[in-house]
T-cell receptor
Framework: DAKTTQPPSMDCAEGRAANLPCNHSTISGNEYVYWYRQIHSQGPQYIIHGLKNNETNEMASLIITEDRKSSTLILPHATLRDTAVYYCIVRIYGSGNTGKLIFGQGTTLQVKP | NAGVTQTPKFQVLKTGQSMTLQCAQDMNHEYMSWYRQDPGMGLRLIHYSVGAGITDQGEVPNGYNVSRSTTEDFPLRLLSAAPSQTSVYFC?????????????FGQGTRLTVV
């Protein structure tokens, strides 16, 4: 699985959009980009994933660059409850999928009032 | 639907003691994994399983054993606890196959070895 690089920490004002970047320059054609978050040492929570197209769900949007070497997770209207550690993970799909996830250090997002 | 259930939530062990951390899921997921998280760190993969009877090592397997006799359960055994195994342990499960689906995590077991 390809490695990812994220900034260690970011701040965001409440109500504003939070844009969390992730670099995955060695990503392969059969790897997806996943985002999880961990609130207050709870178990990680799935947010969104994508292959090459932009994705949106009720929690967030995922923008993947055309060359797939980087991506951005967007929380459109951050609230205090979005304060968490956000992990960007690259994971193989198809017959090579084993369900395991390789976590990096993540980005600690602090949403401020 | 309980999801992924880990027991116990908290445990204190003395050095050298053994114990088993329990993980059960009721979603008929084939894939299950164990992770540990040390303070200020990301999660690290200990062992994983792609189905009943099949297990493999992750990034930090030393000092831990696993088995997968049923689809639902994936216990993690510490044979002789050491202070270096003080950590928070998370179990996760997900569907298998070509579908890329999310992993579901338990709420963790906080283990202290003194």
């Amino acid at each position: 699985d390809a490695k990812t690089t994220q900034p260690p920490s970011m701040d965001c004002a409440e109500g504003r959009a939070a844009n969390l970047p992730c670099n995955h320059s060695t990503i392969s054609g059969n790897e997806y980009v996943y985002w999880y978050r961990q609130i207050h040492s709870q178990g990680p929570q799935y947010i969104i994933h994508g292959l090459k197209n932009n994705e949106t769900n009720e929690m967030a949007s995922l923008i993947i660059t055309e060359d797939r070497k980087s991506s951005t997770l967007i929380l459109p209207h951050a609230t205090l409850r979005d304060t968490a550690v956000y992990y960007c993970i690259v994971r193989i799909y198809g017959s090579g999928n084993t369900g395991k996830l390789i976590f990096g250090q993540g980005t600690t997002l602090q949403v401020k009032p | 639907n309980a999801g992924v259930t880990q027991t116990p939530k908290f445990q204190v062990l003395k050095t050298g003691q053994s114990m088993t951390l329990q993980c059960a899921q009721d979603m008929n997921h084939e894939y299950m994994s164990w992770y540990r998280q040390d303070p200020g760190m990301g999660l690290r993969l200990i062992h994983y399983s792609v189905g009943a009877g099949i297990t493999d090592q992750g990034e930090v397997p030393n000092g831990y054993n696993v088995s997968r006799s049923t689809t639902e359960d994936f216990p993690l055994r510490l044979l002789s606890a050491a202070p270096s195994q003080t950590s928070v342990y998370f179990c996760a499960s997900s569907y298998s196959g070509v579908l890329n689906t999310e992993a579901f995590f338990g709420q963790g077991t906080r283990l202290t070895v003194v």
